[in-house]
């Protein structure tokens, strides 16, 4: 079956590193997609890899290993406007994504 | 820049009412989808469209269609409103050759 695996909630504090975890067991896969969606407000794409390995953009880095069905998003320079939810989401071989739970993250001063 | 709208931020609707969510993009994307998203869970697929006129039944559409006139439209329609429909729910397009999805602000609905 379908299923995607994230963390309810993390807490870290302003200026740390983070990673938010993800696993999953889906119908085929055609990549993984992390959103970021903060409190009242649409998702917004962060990130989509493909192919195994890290990829970096600026403070956000996301990591896909296609063969153990898992990805994570490492945030470093934690900031007070990194608090928000995180998706993790897989397109599946169908090319429907699926949509994982999301993590709540909270940024302590 | 990208824009997808949805008609209503909140709406409040009384059980057995019909309900109408528009959504429009102006990106000229072919795909366009219907979420609903609730505490605890992942976002869930009601219905999506690949074109003009052409709708796909998601993971829950029970209680729900959809209406697709115009390629940057939407219409999502609760035939009859009842409290468990009470949710977020968040349009969102893409254009063809990319799965990448822009989403709409959302319609938090409330049905008493």
């Known amino acids: 079956g379908q299923n995607i695996d994230q963390p309810t909630e993390m807490t870290a504090t302003e200026g740390a590193i983070v990673q938010i975890n993800c696993t999953y067991q889906?119908?085929?896969?055609?990549?993984l997609f992390w959103y970021q969606q903060h409190a009242g407000e649409a998702p917004t794409f962060l990130s989509y890899n493909v192919l195994d390995g890290l990829e970096e953009k600026g403070r956000f880095s996301s990591f896909l290993s296609r063969s153990k069905g898992y990805s994570y998003l490492l945030l470093k320079e934690l900031q007070m406007k990194d608090s928000a939810s995180y998706l993790c989401a897989v397109l599946e071989s169908n090319y429907q994504l699926i949509w994982g739970a999301g993590t709540k993250l909270i940024i302590k001063p | 820049d990208v824009k997808v709208t949805q008609s209503s931020r909140y709406l409040v609707k009384r059980t057995g009412e019909k309900v109408f969510l528009e959504c429009v993009q102006d990106m000229d994307h072919e795909n366009m989808f219907w979420y609903r998203q609730d505490p605890g869970l992942g976002l869930r697929l009601i219905y999506f469209s690949y074109d003009v006129k052409m709708k796909e039944k998601g993971d829950i559409p029970e209680g729900y269609s959809v209406s697709r006139e115009k390629k940057e439209r939407f219409s999502l329609i609760l035939e009859s409103a009842s409290t468990n429909q009470t949710s977020m729910y968040l349009c969102?397009?893409?254009?063809?050759?990319?799965?990448?999805?822009?989403f709409g602000p959302g319609t938090r609905l409330t049905v008493t």
């Open positions: 969102a397009s893409h254009r063809g050759s990319s799965y990448e999805q822009y």
């Open positions: 889906t119908s085929g896969f055609n990549g």
